[in-house]
Every structure is written in structure tokens, then in C-alpha cells.
């Protein structure tokens, strides 16, 4: 059995206990959790689990074989660090860290003691994304010529974090899932309207050379919930509603050809366009986070890492930063900077 | 009765046809249109109405009173000067021109000479952008903060402008008439997928000052068709869905609220944020072509301006030429040039 | 050219006149009309057709070769026959007439003097039921099981007709094109709420033999508009949304699987169900109402049967006899009469 | 601390265990299921209660003072009564029993030993539930003219009930809970699809008095799931679309007017229609199952019968059964039995 040691009990952590516990090899060893209320109710629901209000005394606890962190963004370099320092494999709440440099110095600690260290993208073990990725490598839709992705709600506006790094994460783990590639410019535009200096809206544009473009809405403000990538093919298009009950990948068998031979009387390439079927394939249900804690216990047991490593949780982060400092900067072009 | 001279009789034209030939005061005088095939089906149409290839002829034609130019963007200066020269009152199809400079020769001409020079912004004759205005206008949203249009289809690529010219006038026209005001810088970024130098996706970031902003994703490589607006306010947000078949307009009870007072630990003012009742007005029925017309045909008798007049048309214009000088220096930050 | 002479210029009346003056074989001779306002609407329309409020006057005018009967309900027979005896082609709006007699009377004039006689089904001309026509005919979906139809919306009460009358037809046509088959028997219950006789909503439950049933929702008194159409079958099932933009028709590779070796304790058969991709095709994009009228045109110059004639026109009013009879006696189980 | 003892550890067992658990006044005692690896699910999630395969030894079991029976409709009798035997307040799944004379049998058995018999009737719970009827309650509809629900999807085939005793109850719960009335007759149709006696896909037709009407669409062979309620009232109409992630219910200002002073010339009142406003509450949010386990709870300590006792169930069976001997003469109008 694998001791789970879970730091955060609040909106999400609850999730990730429920689900290691229901994993038939692992338990839950303990829980960190500074509110009373919170403590009390996982402590009604994990009897067995030591519940304490420090860190520290989690971490070395014995039975901890595993640290699950869901907390605030701003805490998790620190957590991590001090778990893979004790020892313990270690998953990281997304978006791994606030920078580049604490991303990078956690998968050197992760290496050099040979500790699991994932960060917890989940959408990756989606059914959707699943498929999604296995319509892109089929090649059914030609070369991607962008992706845009609307992710907005009325949203938690969080203390330590702008929208940027607390929505972004999924769509830039997804885009760099689907292409196998990461973006060589960034440009963030956006505002803060909660009286401080934290965007709750931002637009993301992304160049990954040879015209390939990523274009992402991330809203806190919104009074609707979308969830919706579109993913311009040269020969299909896909879009990806997430909000949608059944039916959340819809392929669509229409595009554009560019007749160069028949050109008109300007010298301009005739452009046709063509609609088809649509064609919506059945996915996987399993819920994406049982699926993911599946893939960590084995990793933990066999000693490989997770589709979500460290180095995927960095390749993020290096991407929030250049977007941060592009919106900062009114939307300058930054190219993100090379991991050191 | 006002005789309607109507220039290009090709996807749009028939539209107009349609609408002034129903309207009591008008009726068709003469059609130019220089594909055999489309001149033919115009005169089937309207056998009483005078047919020819040649603009100067219908122009010049004496049961002309009012020309109508459906033609595409880059011939639109030309055939309303002419008009204009030649004393008849004029509504150009949306753009008004290519470039600032020709609006402007357009807006004074007919000034000098008296006439009307109309823009067919047919968006703002709608039951559903008339409520959003009602609404917005009557302070039930508070302060607007955020307007985001989404305008995607898998579109007539056009040869003569790119998809900004073609549909960002809707969402600026649209804006400008909720807003009551212009922005005062803008940034555009987009990619061209068909092998020459016209963006078919594009991305547009306008600032109105004082934190509010607008941004605009148009595509002409979209698989389905969105028509989606929204529009965040400090007390109420609204959807205007013109895909929807009723209830293109909903006002959520929805927002944030600053609790100044009740700062945290790191003084930070807390943002609660609370979601109430939605609530979609009817909206009148009216065909937005056909009170548009009316409004037309009501300005030429009693010599007023129409709602979308030539400065409108300019003001929208003056916005696409920044859009267009910032998408082709990757996202600039453009100042509109102050109306010569 | 055929002259078309149009009795009733009220709801659906213009659409015919628009259709069939937008056919090059096809001109509006004459116009009957008994409100003053819409005959003056007519006369602008069609300034060159003879406008009239006796229908005698169209029927026996010279210019007219095909009567076409837009009135209510009670008036088809008289008017169809009429022209009929005055040797003119003849298209009816749905229902043909209230009563089987009627109809057999107007079939049995039609065959006698070689006159056309045509029912207005416009819904089989639309791309969405000939798209489910091919795929039932294809054998996809294999054993057809059920159709359920939701035909409902807030209503233009009627005088003369019950909701029945009003709606059914649709579905009944619809219903018969695809099986290839009429009910073997009826049931039929509702309710009347606007102090008349007269249903205005009704719920229609035919049997077609062999455990094939259809269920119809009649519904002039519902706050939503709703056309959808379920067909389930032994391999795959069908859903025809005619509200959906695009995407009228899915076909769902879903279905249920008998296991008659797999027996359980008590000896039942077990049920497995599947669930597998959708596919939404393509459909065309004609305007039924045009294509329609091109296939009256071909018929009348070509001397053939529409796809709608006369005696699909009578199946569909022996059934609505039948329901009439049902709902007339609490939901009584009647076999619809031989046709005589 | 009430002790919880559940029989069934199946579909639904699992979701009453999870919601009892949270709850702080439940503990889960003992679980009874035959089948082991479902038995081994509940030992991992509850390793404190006692596992049995005997629902005797779990009614028996000192620690269970409730007994929660979420098997097959079939068995419910038999476990009901002992348990109530035994002396335990009990919860069963709906529908309560097969009859109304078992279902008769255990309110008076409840009544005598005073034990609180409640059924399993969650959707009166949902904050969906409770708006909808706080709305009828209010008069805000008007009279209500009918109810038409659609409950279909593509389901698990039941082995010992039809379609109507798996999915009516939900339906006639609610009915009777927001008319506060129960039918006076009963008509159900429907066929049998998988070689079984068993309908599979089931209408019923409700009476109510006074022109009132409620009619049922349920299935379990349709390729999608809807869930849809419409209720139509002489002021207002009402939709209740269960599938909808918010605003699952919505009020239309529409409706009829009758112009009884304004007759035609056939002396026939005129109907006049109108269309409004849509408002769409908002909800409470709270998870159905746990409401319903906290009225529960309180029960248990306060003595008082629940939101959904014994007599709701019987109610909901004795329609069931009419609809049971309807369905089995072709659609014969049944008035169900006074309940002895």
C-alpha cells in the first residue's frame, strides 16, 4: 500500500483524496490542513489518516510514502522541495511553480533522488483529450493551423495567482500534448478590474512557427461557463466542448483548397470551401483523476515517470512566465527564455 | 416614390433588392451588375427596372434618386464619389472604404452637396442590439467592463480584404453604438492559412480607456458558426447570441463585489463574487434590413442622416486601418490616427 | 411559362408566390384575396398579376394554368375541386381536405381529367427528410422500432382545425415516406384549454404492425419551439432536430444487444446496450419550398405525379379522420377505415 | 450517531452509503450484498462496518437503526416489512413495492410500530424540484393546463420492472407534488422491444380534473438523454430541462387570451397569443441526495415523518399499478383503485 500524505484540504484536495483512497493500493496516511473546518471534515472522512496543521510533521511522517500538494500556487515550490528532500515521490497541484528557476531547481532535486515528482494536469487523462491527441497523430486533419480555446467562468478569484496562471495551465498542457511542441513567441494582452493588480481577464496568443498559431481566452468574469477548443485543420477541423454532457469531440470534415492553377485576373490563388459530415466519436468515461492516480501508483511501483512530469509541469510554467511578462509589458512580443 | 439604383447584384445586393422593393415609398430603378448570369436573374426579378454592366449609366440614370453599392470594399470609394458627384444620396455596403482619407473625401462631399451618405451597418436595426443598447444604456449593467465578441465561420474568403475588413466592422459598429465611444489604442494579431497575404483569423484588442477593453476573435476557418457576445459589468453581464433562435439576449444577475474593508493577511481587498437570476427580454421581431430601409427612406424625404451615417462609417473605418497597420507589425500597439 | 393563379395571400400564401415567381418557368397571373390590406400587398408584389377576391375569377382566368390553394382547412375541397373541374393543375396546402370523401372525390376528378393534383408536404422536399429517408432505406439503422415526434410551440390557434389537423399532417407525411407503411390503428388524447372544441394539444399513438409504433406530441400551447424527431432501431438510431442550425440529422451507432444463450437465473434474456460514435451528414442546402415548386413545374410540363400528389395527400387525412375519432371518444383504439 | 444499514451495494447503494457517511450524525454500520467483488467495494470504503451477505443478519445487526434498501423493486416488500418488523426506520428505493396492497401493508406497519417508512423520491430535493414548485405555489402560471415530461435515454434494461416502474415514479413524485392532486384516470401505451413482455418504451396520459392533463414519454432506447418538463399555465409557462448545467428552469411570460367579447362571424372566441419575457431563478445548489439524507436524520431524532413517506410512495405505486393494467389492455382508460 502507498501512505498518501495529502497538504491542502480545501476546493480540490478533497478530490484527490477521494480518489487515491478508492485506489485499491493506496491509502490516506495523512492530511495537512490549517482551517479548523476543514481539518474536522477530513478527519470525519479519512478516521484512520493523521491530521495535522504542519507541514513538516506530514512530510517526515512514516507512513507517508507519497505528497500530494493542493495549495495556493505561491506555496508549492516550497512543499515540493521539502517532500522530495524527505524523500517522498510528490505530486504538484498545477501550475508547478510561480517560476521558471523553482520549476527547474524541483525536476534537478526529482533526478538526483531518483523521486516521482508529477504535476497534476489532469485533462490529460481525459477520454477527450485522449481522443483528441489520437485524431490529431492519425493525421485525419491535415496540419494544424491553429488552435483557439475559450476557458472562461465566473470564477474564484485567487489572492496569489492572476487568471493567467490559474486557467492557462490546462490549455497550454493540452496544446503542448496535441502539437508536441512548444510556442517560440508569447503575447498576453488583458486587465484587472478587482481593484488590484491581478488580471481576472486575459488573452494568450502563442506562435509556434510556420503559421501555427494558439489563441486562448481566460476569463474570471464571465457569467457563463465555456469550455471550448477548436483545433483548423488543413483537411478537417476539430472542436472540443467540454461542457457538452455526451459528444465533446466533434469532427468535421470541412476546410478550405486553394486552387493556385486558376487563378483570377488579380493573380490571386482561388479559394475554395467545403463542408461535410460531421462525425463525433465515442470517448472513454473513466474519470480523468481516477485514471491519473492509477498512472502514479504505478509509477510509484514501478518506478517510471508519469505522462505529467516535472519537466511538462516546467515547460508550463516557462510559458506563464513569458505570458506574464508580456502582459505586463502591454502585450509585447516576448520569446520565452531557454531553460537554463 | 424613390427610385433605387443598386450597384452589384451578387450575394448581398438581392437582399437589398428585396427589402426596398417591399418598402412602399421605394421601387427598383435600375440594377448594375456585370455577370451575365446575375444581371439575368435581376431582371427576371424586376422587369420594370433598367439593367446594365456599366455604373455610370445607372448613376447617371434619371429615375435614380438613391444609389445603393453592394459591391466589394475596394471599389466602394469610386462608385460613392461618383454618386455623390452626381447628387444622388448614397448608402454603401459595410466597410464604408479601404482607408480613412477616402471616408473622410466621402463624408464631406456629401456634406458640400447635401446629400445623404449612409453605411449599411444593418446589426444596429436589430431587436436584439437595440435591447442590448436599452440595456446598457439604463445603468443595469454599472460600469461595463469587458466586451468580447466571438464571429467565426467557415467564411467566403474574400479577395479584396482580409477578415477584419469583412466582419470587424459588425463588432465595431456594435461596440461603438453600446459604448458610446472609441478606443483609444488597439492590437491585432492573426495568421494567413491560404497561401497569400489576407489574414483569415484574426484576433483584435481594442482599449476604451479607463480599463475597458474589447476584444474581437473573427475567423473565416472556423468548422461551426459562433456569433457571440459578451458583456461584463460591474453589477450585471450580458450574452447577446445571435445564433440562438429566441432569447438572443440574456442579463445574468452576476458579478463580483470588493470587500475593501475586509482586508486579508496580506492586505488584499477579498473579492466575493455571487451569481442570481438570468432574465431575457423579448426582443422585437423586426427584420433588420427592412427598418433599416425604412429608416433610409424616411431620411431622403425629410433630408435627416440615418442612424449609421457616413461618419459612423468612418469612425469604424479609422479602426480597421490601426487593426490592419498593428496585424502587420505582429500585434503593435496602434494609436488611431486622429479623423483628418 | 405556367401562369400560377394563388387563392389565399395570408401566412403561408407569400412564400408560395415568392417560390414560384423565382422559378424561370413559372409566373404570378392572378392573386385572390378577400382582406383588402393583403391584396393591396399582393398587388405591389406582383403588380403585373390580376388581383381578385372571388375565387371563381382566378380559377377560370385565362392566364392560369396551375391553382394553387393557400385558405384554411374547410375550404380546400370546395376550391381544389373547382378548379379541377375548370381543367386547371391543382396544388393544395396540407391537410388536402377535412374528410377521406373529399379527398377520394378530389383524387378521383384528378385521374379523370388528367389534371394534377399536388399536396403541400414541403417537409419532404428538405434535405434533412430525404437524408433520413436514404439512411432508413439504407438499412443502417436496421428493424425500424419507434419514431417519437415533438411537434410543439406556441401556436397560431385555428378556427376551423385542431391542433391535429394542424400539425400531423407533417409528421404523418413524414412518418408514412420513411416507413413505406400507414397505421394499422390509432389512439389519440388531448386536451382543449381555449373554451372551444377544439384540441390544442394532442397526442397521437399509432401502431404499423409488427410492434412498430409511432408517438406524436401535438402542441400549440408550448413556451419553446420543438421539432424533433426520434427513430430507433435495431442496429442504430436516428435523431431529426429540425431547430438545429446545421446538424439536423445524427445517426448514433447505439443500440441493445439480446444475449438469448446468456440466460439468468429466472430465464430471461439478457439486454446488453452499447453506445458507440455519432455521425451528423451532410445535407442539402436547398430551400424546400424552391425545390417543391421546380418538381410542380417539371410535373406540369411533363404531365407526371408529383411526390405529394393526391392520394398521399388522402392516406395522410385517413388517419387524421381516425385520430379525430379517437380523441372524439376519450382515446378509443380505431382502425382507420379502407379507403372507399 | 444513527447507525446505517444499507441492503444493495449495486448502482445506487454506493451514492446513500457516500452521502450517509458525510453525513455528521450517520455512520455507515453494516452493508448486505451477495455479490463479492461488489461486497469487497464496500469493505474497502467502510472497513468499520459489518459485511454480509444475509439482509437478515444486517436487519438484526444491533448497531443498525436504520435500514436503507436500494435492491430491485421486486424485493422491497420482503425487506421493507422485516426490517420494519425488526423495529428500524427504513428508507426505500422507489418504487416502494410492486403493488398497492404490499405498499398498504408496510404504511400500516410503519404506523403501528412507529417507524418511519420513507421512499427514495430524490428529485424532490433538487433545488430544480422545490423552485418549480415555490413558482406554481406562487400562482405566478396561472391554472395548470398540463404537465408533458420526456425522460428518455439510452437505459439498463431492468429485468423484473418495465420502463414505467423505473422511470414514472420520478415523474409522478413530482406531479403530484407540485399539483398537489392525483390522476382520476390513467391511459398507457408502449411497446416491448427486447423480446420480453417488458415495455421498454412507455406514454402515459394522466387526468387530473378540470381539464388537466399530464402526459409521460419515458424510454429506454432513445440515443440520447433528455430530461424535459414542460408545464403549461393559463398566465405563464414553465420548462424544467434537468440537462441543462444552470438555469435548468425558466419561466415564459407567454400565453393565450381568450377574446370571448370579440367572436367572429362563427360566433367562435377569439385566441390572442403572446410572447414575453423568459426569467431563469436561480437555484440552490445543495446535492439532492444529501438534503434528502439530512431530512433523514432529522427524522430520525425528531420522531416526525419525512418529506417523502410511506403514503407518497403508496400514491406514486397505486398509479403505477393503473398504468401497469392499462398498458396490458392497449391503452383502456383505467381509474385507479381506492386505496384500501
Redesign the interface.
Known sequence: MIGIGLIGYGYWGPNLARNF??H?ECRIAAVCEQDSDRAERAA??Y??AKITGDYRTLIEHADVDFVAIATPTSTHYQFARDALLAGKDTLVEKPLTTTVAEARELVDLAAERERILAVDHTFLYTGAVQKVKEVVDSGALGDI??I?S?R?N????Q?DVNVIYDLAPHDLAIAFHILDAEPTAV?A????????NMEN?A?L?LEFGN???A?F?L?W?????IRKM?I?G?KK???YDD?E???KV?I?????T?R?DDR?E?N??K?D?R????????LATQEALGAEIADLASCVQTRRQPLCDGRTGMRVVRILEACQTSIKN??A?VEPAAIP
Chains 1, 2, 3, 4 share one sequence.
Not at 465566473?154 to 478569484?157: H, P
Not at 468535421?252 to 478550405?256: C, E, H, P, R, T
Open positions: 483512497a478508492a485499491p470525519q472522512a478516521p484512520d493551423l491553429y483557439d475559450v472562461i465566473l470564477g474564484l478569484f489572492h503575447q494582452l488583458g486587465a484587472c478590474h478587482a481593484g488590484d481577464v488573452y496568443h503559421n501555427v498559431i489563441h481566452h476569463n468574469l464571465s457569467p457563463v461557463k477548436l483548423g488543413s477541423m476539430l472542436v461542457m454532457a455526451s459528444e466533434k468535421y470534415d470541412s476546410g478550405i486553394l493556385s483570377d488579380a490571386r490563388a479559394v470551401y463542408t461535410g459530415d460531421m462525425w463525433a466519436p465515442k502591454a502585450g512580443r
